[in-house]
């Protein structure tokens, strides 16, 4: 009788079938998780990758590998997050031509259980899957950051941004702390206003703050397009008590915050205290209009918040680095602005119709450096044909696309909010830059270089344009009310 003698497998040889093996677990879980095109037409291209869990983006800049895989391979691209296939739309004319032509098609969000259910409970507007909750919740901000509504927010803004010139008047050599202390701190106050009715100022540093940045933070690592967690493609994983306590802890503190926020103008109404016009005065006010629960209107709130912030202050930087990175370009603005506006009185709110030039380098310079790169992500429903002179492609139903090219409802309150600090900082200063020194510009585009524990280079210098005892004199008479006006000169 034939005996087989024990078969004897090396280190190095197990180690290797162990790996085969997994590869034909992952090569199964692909074709059995990853969207199938029934058109047979193929993705668009993608760049070479041998990493296990998808393609590598920087985290400090990603948008910049992106953009050069956009160069070389085409208008769109397909990379890989764990198991998943994300298709990132990198150029105008392909965005228009998904984005809008199909946009019934792509307007559905990823389900994403660790963002979005986990750390977000289901209540983030940028999470929540296309359907009842998503309309009623983006009607709610739609309704109350029309043109006419945030009009009324106009003093507020004239007033810290006056505040702001004479900061910057007292030390015009520190960029990077106007950055994270004032243009934050701009941003913070008016948010806090049109949110929650907070007239009091709201510095960048303070710790409730600084612990609305970690969240921040952690919020927009789990929307990068390279974000993948195991649960996404093993659902079960979220039962283990072991599994995603970070982004559970994530979610409490979150929603300890947002809850809280709501509670504060609740205590306010009930005892009558007059808070003015605020966006969750205006929900408890017409909860029964919009039919969003407490908790889900806590969380629109907050979300309304975290994004205005962080796009607002990130925006007056970028602004404002485009100025002095391209001094020609400054100067042809402030030509325009001596013109309409003159040396001898502030602007105001009242020259933004005469001011085309200035509205037209604000958005060269938004799409320069543009302070959110990637956007939201959508979710293909259907699939999406997309023809070029080199063949057609396919983007598969149920495929995550990154396109940048959605209507924010908070654009005319950020809008408003950056030409105002833009049209009174570059008619008051010339902008420089030190070109002895090194200047990490690209930190701008994720507001990087205002969190308080960044310490890349930024030096721009700033050189007053009028007399300064004439200009502190304009200032300390600029138009505002004095209500709005919490930090004394």
Same mark, same amino acid.
């Given at each position: 009788?034939?005996?087989?003698?024990?078969?004897?497998?090396?280190?190095?040889?197990?180690?290797?079938?162990?790996?085969?093996?997994?590869?034909?677990?992952?090569?199964?879980?692909?074709?059995?998780?990853?969207?199938?095109?029934?058109?047979?037409?193929?993705?668009?291209?993608?760049?070479?990758?041998?990493?296990?869990?998808?393609?590598?983006?920087?985290?400090?800049?990603?948008?910049?590998?992106?953009?050069?895989?956009?160069?070389?391979?085409?208008?769109?691209?397909?990379?890989?997050?764990?198991?998943?296939?994300?298709?990132?739309?990198?150029?105008?004319?392909?965005?228009?031509?998904?984005?809008?032509?199909?946009?019934?098609?792509?307007?559905?969000?990823?389900?994403?259980?660790?963002?979005?259910?986990?750390?977000?409970?289901?209540?983030?507007?940028?999470?929540?899957?296309? &359907?009842?909750? =998503?309309?009623?919740?983006?009607?709610?901000?739609?309704?109350?950051?029309? /043109?006419?509504? !945030? +009009?009324?927010?106009?003093?507020?803004?004239?007033?810290?941004?006056?505040?702001?010139?004479?900061?910057?008047?007292?030390?015009?050599?520190?960029?990077?702390?106007?950055?994270?202390?004032?243009?934050?701190?701009?941003?913070?106050?008016?948010?806090?206003?049109?949110?929650?009715?907070?007239?009091?100022?709201?510095?960048?540093?303070?710790?409730?703050?600084?612990?609305?940045?970690?969240?921040?933070?952690?919020?927009?690592?789990?929307?990068?397009?390279?974000?993948?967690?195991?649960?996404?493609?093993?659902?079960?994983?979220?039962?283990?008590?072991?599994?995603?306590?970070?982004?559970?802890?994530?979610?409490?503190?979150?929603?300890?915050?947002?809850?809280?926020?709501?509670?504060?103008?609740?205590?306010?109404?009930?005892?009558?205290?007059?808070? &003015?016009?605020? =966006?969750?005065?205006?929900?408890?006010?017409?909860?029964?209009?919009?039919? /969003?629960?407490? !908790? +889900?209107?806590?969380?629109?709130?907050?979300?309304?918040?975290?994004?205005?912030?962080?796009?607002?202050?990130?925006?007056?930087?970028?602004?404002?680095?485009?100025?002095?990175?391209?001094?020609?370009?400054?100067?042809?603005?402030?030509?325009?602005?001596?013109?309409?506006?003159?040396?001898?009185?502030?602007?105001?709110?009242?020259?933004?119709?005469?001011?085309?030039?200035?509205?037209?380098?604000?958005?060269?310079?938004?799409?320069?450096?543009?302070?959110?790169?990637?956007?939201?992500?959508?979710?293909?429903?259907?699939?999406?044909?997309?023809?070029?002179?080199?063949?057609?492609?396919?983007?598969?139903?149920?495929?995550?696309?990154?396109?940048?090219?959605?209507?924010?409802?908070?654009?005319?309150?950020?809008?408003?909010?950056?030409?105002?600090?833009?049209?009174?900082?570059?008619?008051?200063?010339?902008?420089?830059?030190?070109?002895?020194?090194?200047?990490?510009?690209?930190?701008?585009?994720?507001?990087?270089?205002?969190?308080?524990?960044?310490?890349?280079?930024?030096?721009?210098?700033?050189?007053?344009?009028?007399?300064?005892?004439?200009?502190?004199?304009?200032?300390?008479?600029?138009?505002?009310?004095?209500?709005?006006?919490?930090?004394?000169?």
């Amino acid at each position: 009788m034939l005996q087989l003698h024990d078969l004897c497998i090396s280190d190095n040889t197990q180690l290797v079938l162990g790996a085969a093996a997994c590869l034909v677990v992952a090569g199964v879980i692909c074709r059995v998780y990853l969207p199938q095109s029934k058109s047979r037409l193929p993705l668009p291209p993608s760049p070479p990758n041998w990493r296990l869990w998808g393609h590598f983006l920087p985290p400090h800049s990603s948008s910049l590998t992106i953009a050069g895989w956009i160069d070389e391979y085409g208008p769109l691209i397909t990379l890989r997050s764990g198991f998943e296939k994300v298709v990132i739309i990198g150029r105008y004319k392909a965005a228009v031509d998904i984005m809008e032509t199909q946009g019934s098609s792509v307007a559905d969000r990823p389900h994403k259980i660790a963002a979005g259910e986990i750390f977000s409970g289901g209540l983030r507007l940028a999470f929540i899957s296309f &359907g009842d909750r =998503f309309r009623r919740m983006r009607r709610a901000l739609h309704t109350h950051l029309q /043109l006419k509504a !945030v +009009e009324a927010y106009e003093p507020l803004q004239m007033s810290h941004a006056k505040n702001t010139v004479l900061d910057i008047l007292n030390d015009p050599c520190n960029f990077r702390n106007h950055a994270i202390t004032y243009f934050k701190s701009f941003a913070a106050t008016t948010i806090m206003k049109v949110v929650y009715g907070s007239t009091t100022p709201t510095l960048a540093t303070d710790a409730r703050m600084i612990e609305v940045y970690k969240l921040m933070d952690f919020t927009n690592r789990t929307m990068r397009p390279d974000a993948y967690y195991l649960v996404d493609s093993i659902p079960w994983l979220r039962h283990l008590p072991w599994y995603g306590r970070q982004l559970k802890r994530g979610f409490e503190k979150m929603k300890q915050h947002h809850v809280g926020q709501l509670n504060c103008v609740k205590e306010q109404m009930q005892s009558n205290v007059d808070i &003015g016009p605020s =966006f969750m005065k205006y929900m408890l006010e017409s909860s029964d209009d919009h039919g /969003l629960t407490e !908790v +889900e209107t806590a969380f629109l709130g907050g979300t309304f918040f975290g994004a205005g912030f962080d796009a607002i202050s990130s925006s007056i930087c970028i602004v404002l680095l485009a100025a002095a990175r391209f001094p020609e370009e400054q100067a042809k603005v402030q030509v325009d602005l001596d013109a309409v506006i003159g040396r001898h009185r502030a602007p105001t709110f009242a020259d933004q119709g005469s001011l085309i030039r200035l509205h037209a380098f604000i958005s060269e310079a938004l799409r320069w450096r543009t302070p959110v790169p990637s956007g939201l992500a959508h979710r293909t429903s259907k699939d999406v044909i997309w023809a070029t002179h080199q063949g057609n492609y396919c983007i598969p139903a149920g495929t995550t696309v990154y396109g940048n090219h959605c209507v924010c409802p908070g654009q005319h309150l950020a809008n408003r909010s950056v030409f105002i600090n833009a049209l009174l900082i570059l008619w008051a200063f010339r902008l420089t830059v030190d070109h002895t020194k090194p200047l990490d510009d690209i930190t701008f585009m994720f507001g990087e270089i205002s969190r308080s524990n960044s310490n890349r280079p930024c030096s721009i210098e700033f050189e007053t344009r009028i007399p300064e005892a004439e200009l502190r004199r304009m200032m300390q008479h600029y138009p505002e009310v004095a209500s709005f006006d919490g930090v004394n000169h």
